[in-house]
């Protein structure tokens, strides 16, 4: 599957079956009401989607708290060395310009079901007809024994966008040769499954730039396997030589303890004293706004109904993106902004009786691994048995030619330019 800044948006347009079929709403009568939570691949991208197709006959509330969004997708890239900090940067103004949505800059703190209402930290309450949740994960803070929100920046996890993405760019930049990086990756399901072993190959690349070829990176993992592994390890002996090295749980024994203050971290089979530095990434779960609403249980995803997005708890709301249980698809940018297109037809057909089709959705997920060097994982989908299932998949294969690697690093570049596109124009 070759993906390109043109052909992304039409590809999602035709997994989602939406082709600006919206309805204009009843002379006199009063617009319906969506609200969508949270301003990421999701939640952009269905407030875009339900306010440019339904032609104005739908009123959107887009709730987001940040005047600027910073993707978590590519942020590797920019810990890298490929991207500047301002290229994963994003502002919402065209939303509000091009498609009339009003951009509410305020924290949901409360879904009030009962009523149909959102309560922004603002204390206003913004009532909906339907209701878009994409708020992303929360993280995990006592899953790692010793560390916490209040370490985070001493052993940063750099698994939310913003200041956090700076400090892992940064503690990277500081390790000298010699220096010893361990990384904490994180137990299923959890958020942008390559990512982990996207970024240790973007510090090796950074060490191994800078002349620091006797330091090393160390993962430790409470997974058996991790995505595109083989490809993973393969691409890491040619380019990195022993620079890399993965360890399951069955060599380390478990995480015993972290310790914030030197700089150690403790397993069942060895301890890292003063390492460079320690990169935690924990245990994640649904954003709190949607676990208080009684769309998640505690600690868990959103179940969500696989031919519309819409939550098993309530029918008038739709959950996105990584907040969700997607069955086969992996939490990705490309997965909510698949899903997003499908609870934007679905709403516009409940809403404004515009004609919706079945859903299909897709999903691609690139890894750079090294310069021209990327490798990929991706799908299609759709509804079966209850959940999202997998019709087709691929992954990249060890010893693709280098003309193939290029290319795929191409298509990275160009998805990138057309989902930003496509949820910020």
């Known amino acids: 599957m070759k993906i390109h800044r043109r052909s992304f948006v039409m590809t999602g347009l035709t997994a989602a079956g939406t082709l600006g079929l919206g309805a204009p ?12 939570i949270g301003g990421g691949a999701g939640g952009a991208t269905a407030a875009r989607y339900i306010a440019k197709d339904s032609q104005g006959a739908i009123a959107v509330t887009l709730v987001e708290e940040n005047e600027t969004y910073q ?13 500047t900090y301002e290229e994963i940067s994003h502002r919402y103004d065209a939303l509000t310009k091009n498609h ?49 929100k209040e370490v985070e920046e001493q052993m940063p996890h750099g698994w939310k966008p913003g200041r956090q993405t700076q400090l892992i760019k940064q503690r990277l930049d500081a390790v000298p040769n010699g220096g010893t990086i361990v990384m904490i990756a994180p137990p299923n399901p959890y958020r942008c499954p390559p990512g982990p072993y996207e970024r ?23 997974k058996e396997s991790f995505s595109k592994q083989g490809v993973f390890q393969a691409d890491w002996e040619k380019r990195y030589g022993s620079m890399i090295e993965w360890l399951g749980p069955k060599v380390h024994d478990g995480i015993k303890s972290v310790d914030p203050k030197t700089n150690t971290v403790v397993t069942g089979f060895e301890t890292y004293k003063d390492c460079a530095f320690v990169n935690v990434i924990p245990a994640q779960m649904a954003g709190e706004i949607a676990r208080s609403a009684g769309l998640a249980p505690a600690g868990g995803y959103c179940a969500i109904d696989a031919a519309t997005m819409k939550s098993t708890a309530d029918a008038n709301i739709f959950v996105l993106g990584d907040a969700c249980i997607a ?14 297109k499908v609870a934007a037809m679905t709403i516009r057909g409940e809403l404004t009786s515009a004609r919706t089709f079945p859903a299909r ?20 989908y759709e509804p ?3 959940k999202i299932a997998a019709t087709e998949t691929f992954v990249s294969k060890p010893g693709e030619s280098a003309e193939l690697r290029k290319e795929n690093q191409a298509e990275n570049m160009g998805w990138y330019a057309g989902i930003t596109a496509d949820m910020f124009s």
């Open 71 to 83: 993707t978590c997708f590519h942020s590797n890239l920019y810990v890298g060395g490929f991207k």
């Open 384 to 386: 079966k048995d209850g």
């Open 327 to 340: 069955g086969d698809m992996p939490k990705s940018a490309f997965s909510a902004n698949s899903q997003a």
């Open 200 to 222: 240790a190959s973007m510090f090796a690349h950074v060490l191994q730039q800078a002349g620091k070829k006797d330091a090393k990176v160390i993962i430790l993992d409470p």
């Open 25 to 36: 709403a009843v002379l006199g009568q009063a617009k319906p009401r969506v609200v969508v």
């Open 100 to 148: 009339g949505i009003t951009l509410a800059r305020a924290r949901a703190t409360q879904i009030d079901r009962d009523k149909k209402e959102v309560v922004l930290s603002t204390g206003q309450r913004l009532p909906y007809d339907r209701l878009v949740v994409s708020p992303g994960i929360d993280l995990k803070y006592d899953s790692v024994p010793g560390w916490s």
């Open 361 to 380: 959705y897709v999903n691609t997920c690139w890894s750079l691994v090294a310069p021209d060097d990327t490798i990929k994982v991706g799908g299609r």
